[in-house]
């Protein structure tokens, strides 16, 4: 399957409009760092600042395809059922952490984070993974400089 296929999702979905993923360790540069958004003209921006440094990050324009693929997994993999917070049962003071957010067109959203723990399953592994992808078919001679701190 092409990576900016057409999607069977359904029409009246809730779409994307917003995607904030991150996973650090216990560094300060991140391993993962993605932001997706739709402009209000309707372009699609990917920003990406995973291993940046100095931080900064790399934003470019991504096919509007994309809103409808990052619904798509967050309804495959069930990520409405997430937990607002993952931890580990005992104090522990170094180690990796992650965030996700998530915001649709109809208002609702997806807000989930975790120190040392993650939601059972692949989906935020799916997650990364399709983003990876996508930033992998960015033409970066086009790609704009942005400061995100």
Known sequence: ???FSPCMADASAPKVTALHFQETSSNEVPDVW???KTEKDGTCTLTNCTRRFPKEALRAV??????????????EEKMDQYEYRYEPPVQVYDGWQWELHIFFDDKTSIISSGRMERPSGEGLKHLENYLKEVWTQVDESKVEIVDIW
């Open 1 to 3: 399957m092409a990576l």
């Open 34 to 36: 993605f932001d997706f």
């Open 62 to 75: 991504v096919p509007a395809e994309v809103a409808d693929r990052l619904a798509q997994i967050a309804e």
